[in-house]
C-alpha cells in the first residue's frame, strides 16, 4: 500500500523574484522510506514540502504520488497529511476532535470516526487527552495530537514541517525515535524537513541535502558521511563539522601549514588548478608524536571533555574554511591548552574537492 | 510582659490589626500618594454624579422645587427669603412605579424601541464589519488605501454625520428620495412613520460603527495562525468550512469583546437618534437616553424622573452585561 513520491525538475519561482526557491528539483521517495530534507535556513526545503502538500504552486516541473500527477490537484486531494512546525491543532476542538477533523470533513460516519481516532490515541499514548483542549496540554503531548492527527487519516504520504523544533532538547530525542519507529510500524512514505543534519541522519533512511533551492546530494546517511558529492555537504553533514581548507598542490602534495600530504594519483589528475580543497573529518586526524611524516602542529585553544569523547579545537599553521582546527582525541588523555601537538590525516579518509566547482574529486 | 505577649500573639485583634495597617501604610504611602489623584479625579467624575443620581430617583426634584428658599425683594431692597413649602421631598419608588406603568413618559415605546435600535445597528455592525474585514484581510493592491478609507466615518464626529445623513434622508431636497424618484419609485416621507424614520437612524450608526468593528475584527484575524488555514485545507475543508471552522473560532475573543462593547454604546448612543430622528414621528422613535434627556431638559426640566431613566438603563445594561459573561462562561471562554 505504501506509495512512491516523485518531484520531475519541480521549481517554485516566488511572483517577483528572480531566483527560484526551488530550482529544477528532481527527486525519488521510495514507497515506505523516510526520507529527510536537511538544509540551512532559505534552502527551500520547506518550500519544496510544500508544493508536495499544494500549499504552494509549482512553477514548472511536476509531482507525482504514487501514478498520480497531483502538481496541480488541491491539497485535500492529494491523499496527505501534514505535521505543521507549530502543531496548528484548532484550539477550540478537544484533542479526539481535532483528531477525527478531517475524517468528518470527508463525511466519514461517527463511530468509524471514534474507532480511528480511539486507535490513533492508543499508539500515540493520548487516551487519557482526548477531551482536554490542545491549550492544557504540554508541548510534548501537543506534538503527539499533530502526529495522531496525520495517522487517523491514513495518507498515502506524511509531510513532516520542523514538527520537533519547539520541543525542548531531551524531549527532541525521545521523540526523534519515537517517531522514526511509528513511520516503520505503519510503513507510510514520509517526508521530513528538518534544519537539524543530526535529526536528519538519525531518522532517515535517506538524506537529501538542499542549498539555495538546488538539490546537492541524496543518500543514505552513512553514504551522505563517507561520500560527500561537494565541499558543501561536507561541511554540512557531521557534528562537529568536517574540517575543510584550500590548500597549494605541488608535485602532487598538498602544502598543509608544514606538512606535506600526498595525493591519490586520480585526485592529482583530476585537478585543473594548483591548489584543492581538503577535508578531514575531527575522527580521522591520527594523533603522532613530532616529526613523523605528514604530520602537522597544532596550538590547543579549548578541549570539549564530553566523558565518552573529546574534541581538541585548536589553530594550525594555515587557514582553513572554519577559524578552528577540530580533532577527535582520546578522553582520558587530553592534552592541555596552549600545548602543541602533532596530527596525521588518515590518508584512507581525506576527502579532496575542486577549488573552482565545489565538487568532489576522486580518492582512489 | 504578658500583656504584651497577649497582644502579639493575635487574643485582642484590633490592636493588631491596626498596627498591619500602620505598617502597609508606612511601606506603602508612595503607592497610595500616586494612586490619590485618580481616585480622586474617578469619584469626582463617577462615583459622585452616580450616587447623586441614584438619590435623585428617589425624590420629585424638578427645576421649580429646587430651591430651599423662596425669597423676595423688600421695599427696601433688602431679600426676605423663607423656606420653600413646597420644596423636593423624597418620595420612595414613586418614580419608578410611575415610569414602568407608564403613568409618566412611554417607557414600554422606549425600551421597544431601544432594543430594536441596539440588535439592528449590533447584528449590522457586526456583519459588515466582519465582512470587510475578511475581504480587507487578503492580499491586494491599494490595501491600505481601502484600509484608511473605511476607517474616516469613524473620524468624522457624531453630530457631523447625524446631519449629513439627515440631509441626504431629507424628504424633499434628499439624495436619497431623487435617487428613488430617478429609479421611477416614490419618494418616502422617511421621519413621518415610526419604522422608516427608526431604518434612517439606523443606516447613519450603521454608516458610523462599522470602522470601529472593522479595525477590531481585522485585528483579530491578522492573530489567527496562518498554520491554521494550511492545516485545514490539508485536511479538506471547503473556504466556507475554513470561515466556519476557523476563521469564527479565532474570532470568538475579539467578537465577545466587542459585541459586548458595541452593544453598550448603542444601548446609549445619543446623538444619532436625537439628532436625525428628533423621536419624529410624534416621539416614536425616542430611545431611552433620549427620553431621559427630554425629561431633563425640555419643557419643565424633571430631574428626577431623568435619574430615573438613568438608573434603569444602568440596571439593564448590568444585567446583560452580567448574563452576557454567564454565557460566555458556559461556553468556556475565559473572559
Known amino acids: ?364 | 510582659m504578658s500583656l504584651s505577649t497577649a497582644a502579639g500573639s493575635g487574643v485582642t485583634p484590633g490592636p493588631a490589626r491596626r498596627g498591619r495597617l500602620r505598617r502597609t501604610f508606612d511601606k506603602h504611602w508612595y503607592a497610595w500618594a500616586m494612586v490619590a489623584p485618580t481616585i480622586f479625579v474617578l469619584g469626582a467624575l463617577v462615583l459622585y454624579p452616580l450616587v447623586r443620581g441614584i438619590l435623585q430617583s428617589f425624590t420629585n426634584l424638578t427645576e421649580t422645587n429646587q430651591r430651599a428658599e423662596v425669597c423676595s425683594k423688600t421695599l427696601g431692597g433688602a431679600e426676605s427669603c423663607t423656606p420653600n413649602p413646597d420644596r423636593w421631598h423624597w418620595v420612595g419608588l414613586h418614580n419608578y412605579t410611575d415610569l414602568l406603568t407608564g403613568e409618566r413618559g412611554h417607557f414600554w415605546l422606549l425600551l421597544e424601541n431601544t432594543i430594536v435600535w441596539t440588535l439592528a445597528c449590533v447584528l449590522l455592525h457586526y456583519l459588515i464589519g466582519l465582512g470587510l474585514a475578511v475581504l480587507l484581510n487578503r492580499n491586494f493592491r491599494g490595501r491600505s488605501l481601502y484600509r484608511v478609507l473605511l476607517i474616516v466615518p469613524w473620524a468624522v464626529p457624531a453630530f457631523v454625520s447625524a446631519f449629513a445623513w439627515k440631509f441626504l434622508f431629507n424628504p424633499k431636497f434628499g439624495l436619497i428620495n431623487s435617487v428613488l424618484v430617478h429609479l421611477g419609485l416614490d419618494p418616502v416621507e422617511w421621519f413621518n412613520h415610526r419604522w422608516t424614520a427608526m431604518f434612517a437612524a439606523v443606516v447613519t450608526n450603521v454608516w458610523l460603527g462599522v470602522p470601529f468593528m472593522m479595525v477590531a475584527i481585522l485585528g483579530g484575524l491578522q492573530s489567527i495562525p496562518a498554520e491554521l488555514y494550511e492545516a485545514a485545507e490539508m485536511d479538506g475543508t471547503s473556504p466556507w468550512q475554513r470561515f466556519r471552522h476557523v476563521t469564527v473560532p479565532g474570532l470568538r475573543p475579539v467578537s465577545s469583546t466587542v459585541i459586548l462593547l458595541g452593544t453598550i454604546w448603542t444601548f446609549n448612543m445619543f446623538p444619532i437618534i436625537y439628532f436625525v430622528t428628533g423621536g419624529q414621528p410624534a416621539g416614536e422613535t425616542e430611545i431611552l437616553v433620549t427620553g431621559s434627556y427630554r425629561a431633563a431638559f425640555e419643557g419643565l426640566r424633571n430631574y428626577s424622573l431623568a435619574a430615573t431613566y438613568g438608573v434603569v438603563i444602568l440596571a439593564l445594561l448590568v444585567v446583560y452585561a452580567a448574563a452576557y459573561r454567564r454565557v460566555l462562561k458556559s461556553k468556556g471562554e475565559v473572559w
Open chain 1, 1 to 364: 500500500m505504501s506509495t512512491p513520491v516523485v518531484f520531475d525538475a519541480a521549481t517554485r519561482l516566488y511572483p517577483g523574484s528572480t531566483v527560484p526557491a526551488v530550482d529544477r528539483l528532481d527527486l525519488e521517495v521510495q514507497p515506505g522510506e523516510f526520507l529527510a530534507l536537511v538544509g540551512p535556513s532559505g534552502c527551500g526545503k520547506s518550500t519544496s514540502l510544500r508544493m508536495l502538500a499544494g500549499l504552494e504552486d509549482v512553477s514548472s516541473g511536476s509531482i507525482r504520488i504514487g501514478d498520480r500527477d497531483v502538481t496541480h490537484l488541491r491539497p485535500k486531494d492529494r491523499d496527505i497529511a501534514m505535521v505543521f512546525q507549530n502543531y496548528a491543532l484548532y484550539p477550540h476542538l478537544t484533542v479526539g476532535e481535532n483528531m477525527g477533523f478531517a475524517l468528518k470533513i470527508a463525511g466519514v460516519a461517527k463511530s468509524e470516526i471514534s474507532t480511528r481516532v480511539a486507535d490513533a490515541a492508543r499508539i500515540l499514548d493520548l487516551e487519557r487527552f482526548l477531551d482536554r483542549k490542545p491549550k492544557a496540554l504540554s508541548g510534548g503531548q501537543r506534538q503527539r495530537v499533530a502526529m495522531g492527527r496525520a495517522i487517523v487519516r491514513e495518507p498515502q504520504v506524511f509531510l513532516m514541517d520542523e514538527p520537533l523544533s519547539n520541543l525542548d532538547a531531551k524531549l527532541r530525542v525521545s521523540t526523534r525515535t519515537e517517531i522514526a519507529s511509528l513511520q516503520r510500524r505503519l510503513g507510510i512514505t514520509t517526508v521530513y524537513v528538518t534544519h537539524d543534519q543530526v535529526e536528519a541522519m538519525t531518522m532517515g533512511d535517506r538524506v537529501a541535502v538542499l542549498k539555495d533551492g538546488v538539490l546537492q546530494q541524496v543518500a543514505a546517511p552513512l553514504d551522505l558521511y563517507d561520500r560527500p558529492a561537494n565541499v558543501f555537504v561536507a561541511g554540512f553533514i557531521g557534528s562537529p563539522a568536517m574540517n575543510l581548507g584550500t590548500f597549494a598542490v605541488e608535485d602532487g602534495d598538498a602544502l598543509v601549514a608544514e606538512a606535506r600530504i600526498r595525493l591519490p594519483r586520480a585526485t592529482t589528475d583530476a585537478l585543473t588548478t594548483g591548489e584543492v580543497v581538503l577535508g578531514f573529518r575531527p575522527e580521522s586526524l591520527e594523533r603522532v608524536p613530532a616529526g613523523t611524516e605528514g604530520a602537522f602542529a597544532v596550538e590547543v585553544l579549548v578541549v570539549e571533555e564530553l566523558g565518552s569523547e573529546a574534541f581538541l579545537y585548536g589553530s594550525l599553521g594555515a587557514k582553513l574554511h572554519n577559524p578552528q582546527l577540530v580533532a577527535k582525541v582520546e578522553p582520558r588523555s587530553v592534552p592541555a591548552k596552549g600545548s602543541v601537538v602533532h596530527f596525521r590525516v588518515d590518508p584512507e579518509r581525506l576527502h579532496a574537492f575542486s577549488t573552482t566547482t565545489g565538487e568532489a574529486l576522486p580518492t582512489a
